[in-house]
């Protein structure tokens, strides 16, 4: 598997929420109720038995407490890091009414799934060979939940990716005050080490192999390609140089080195996660004023509050209800030429002001990528998202699809929940009982 340079930009960013010692965590599991019905199990995507893992911390049964969160959601030790639990399982635990701190789950799962890769404790084994084989198209969270699971039926997998690092955007896209990319590559790492996942990097399907001839050589089809690249402004001036996309630029900073620290005014356009998370990555990476510039207002920002809560923090400045409409500058970009926006998000005339900036990244969405298998009959795409059924089935025989491509756009936990279901259901097919 592809390693990665330890000189990469990311590696300047510490944890934001640092590990708790064995003492913190103990005190911390015993604080749980062990809810009957926990609401934060209903909250979680994986529904991981979280009094459970809690309880078995508690009592220093740390094996059994892995094992309980890595059987629910195989992606538990990233997970911990990355997932936004406030609006999840911490979100929703009781404790949130009755004026108490609510547990804090995400760290307690990182401290069982830690302990558990630190000590190379493993829990699944591969079923016995089907000589069934499922080829999986994507190396991110959906491709690889759903080949854990294939395997542990004994069915054969082949994953392609088209890029040289696997992970998907767990690897290439998180903020790294979250989980490096090394982070995630040890998790992938783990994953495969059930034996029998054939990983081809550097092949993009579609292109070659094509369809027909992963439809020969396999008898079931899992798509996991996520979405595409940053989709762009479409406003004047926006080929000049330092203006550039904000998940392009995400990935480069994880892997390689980028140069921010002499950046003076940085912009960042967009009010989702991918946004916020850019706001602060920059200001991490030394730049010294950091903008987002939004066309909505601050309520009305898809991104998580608690998210631009912390970026407010770290410093970050915001304009709301600006349009931008044209990027100004000779070469290279000096700044962004926006419209005030009225609270229908309608541009209004003759309120033209200017913001200066050396660097801008755009963060409004990213394509879909439903086009790769337009020409595949029976496979229902709509604007660009492969439609599936409550068991990931895309309406054509052979093909399952989970995660971004198919969700439109969510989390690592949902695309880890929708690649393992999908694999239930490729299992029961090649069983012989449904689908194709
Ligand atoms: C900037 C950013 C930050 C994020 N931060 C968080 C976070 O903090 N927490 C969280 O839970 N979620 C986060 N997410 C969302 C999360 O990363 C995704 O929901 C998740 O990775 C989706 O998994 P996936 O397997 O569906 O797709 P991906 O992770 O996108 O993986 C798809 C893979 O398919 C490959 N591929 C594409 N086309 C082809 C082809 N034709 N042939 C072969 N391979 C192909 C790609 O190279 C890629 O590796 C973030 C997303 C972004 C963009
Ligand atoms: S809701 Fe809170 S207190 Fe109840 S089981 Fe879940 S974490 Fe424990």
Known sequence: MARIDDSRSECVFDDFKGPLTPEQAVIEANRCLYCHDAPCVTACPTAIEIPEFIRKISTGNLKGSAKTILEANIHGMSCARVCPVEVLCVGACVHNHQGVPPIQIGKLQRYATDVAYDQGWRFFEAGAATGKSVAL?????????????????GHACTIYDKRAVVGGLNTTGVAPYKMRADRSLDEVE?????????????????????????????DAIFLGFGLGVDTPLDIPGEELSSIYGAVDFIERMKLAKVAVSSVRNAVVIGGGNTALDTVRELLGLGARTVTLLYRGTEAAMSGYAHEWEA??????????QAQPVEFLGKDRVEGVRCLRVDDDKRPVAGTEFDVEADLVLIAIGQAKLGGLVGALPGLRVDRGRIVVDEHGYCGRPKYWAGGDCANGGKEVVNASAEGKRAARAIHQMLEGADHG
């Open 137 to 153: 198209v994507g190396a991110g969270p959906a491709s690889l939940a759903c080949a854990h699971e294939l395997r542990r039926f």
């Open 190 to 218: 783990w994953i495969l080490g059930i034996g029998g996942i054939d990983v081809r990097t550097g092949v993009e399907v579609g292109r070659e192999p094509s369809w027909a001839e992963l439809e020969e050589q396999h």
């Open 311 to 320: 970026a407010r923090i770290d410093g970050a400045r915001a304009l709301w």
